[in-house]
Nanobody
Framework: QLQLVESGGGLVQPGGSLRLSCSGS????????IGWLRQAPGKAREGVSC????????YYEDDGQGRFTISRDNAKNTSYLQMNRLEPGDTGVYFC???????????WGQGTQVTVSS
């Protein structure tokens, strides 16, 4: 059973940066595709970015393209989401998700709050 814990959220001014981390335990995370998702207040959870198991293939939703960078260190069982030039619209709870195959719900962390506000 894989357990995921997100960290690194906080309050930041527009234009600022945050680096989120997703640490896994209980299983080796290199078995899983890792995704980062965001849930804004009053909205459904939406995808932000994901990264493949080992070949470095990454995907970004349009609003994160050019501002966010996803990465992973399988030796540390950790994934990262570097977020630059943050905007108020990036506010929400950020979750990481690990899936071995696309058609399962996978494993979820508890989320970390990101608030972008002046």
């Amino acid at each position: 059973q894989l357990q995921l814990v997100e960290s690194g959220g906080g309050l930041v001014q527009p234009g600022g940066s945050l680096r989120l981390s997703c640490s896994g335990s209980g299983s080796t995370s290199d078995k899983y595709v890792i995704g980062w998702l965001r849930q804004a207040p009053g909205k459904a959870r939406e995808g932000v970015s994901c990264i493949s198991r080992s070949d470095g293939t990454v995907y970004y939703e349009d609003d994160g393209q050019g501002r966010f960078t996803i990465s992973r260190d399988n030796a540390k069982n950790t994934s990262y989401l570097q977020m630059n030039r943050l905007e108020p619209g990036d506010t929400g709870v950020y979750f990481c998700n690990a899936k071995s195959v696309p058609w399962v719900d996978g494993y979820w962390g508890q989320g970390t709050q990101v608030t972008v506000s002046s």
